[in-house]
């Protein structure tokens, strides 16, 4: 039996969870540790509602990017770590180093266009 190469295995899964082609959303270079921890923990934990799975669905929260809450590392840190109305706060699911690691990621997905009208 043939077993694929664990890095083999690896760039697949990374290419599965960066895959967004259905949902119009712009796919992010994790290039560092922290960046590819961090995008794990959006796709476990926040891509169910940033993102739309699939064309026709509705999306529960806004998309993230770079640029979300202006660009500011620590605001982007503290609001995932205290939430909000509508989203829970991961301060006590994640630790500061994990919440850091999804600030991380974030910095490293594009701006998406404006919306069609």
Do not use: W
Not at 41 to 51: K, Y
Not at 66 to 77: F, I, P, R, V, Y
């Amino acid at each position: 039996m043939h077993r694929a190469q664990p890095r083999t295995i690896v760039l697949v899964f990374a290419a599965c969870l960066g895959t967004s082609a259905a949902s119009g959303q712009p796919v992010a270079s994790a290039s560092s540790g922290k960046e590819l921890v961090g995008m794990q923990l959006f796709n476990q934990h926040c891509r169910v509602c940033h993102t739309k799975p699939l064309l026709t669905a509705v999306q529960y929260g806004p998309v993230l990017s770079q640029n979300s809450l202006g660009g500011d590392a620590q605001a982007l840190h503290d609001f995932i770590a205290n939430g909000a109305p509508r989203m829970p706060g991961f301060k006590y699911s994640f630790d500061p180093a994990q919440i850091d690691a999804v600030v991380a990621y974030l910095k490293t997905v594009p701006t998406p266009p404006p919306a069609n009208p």
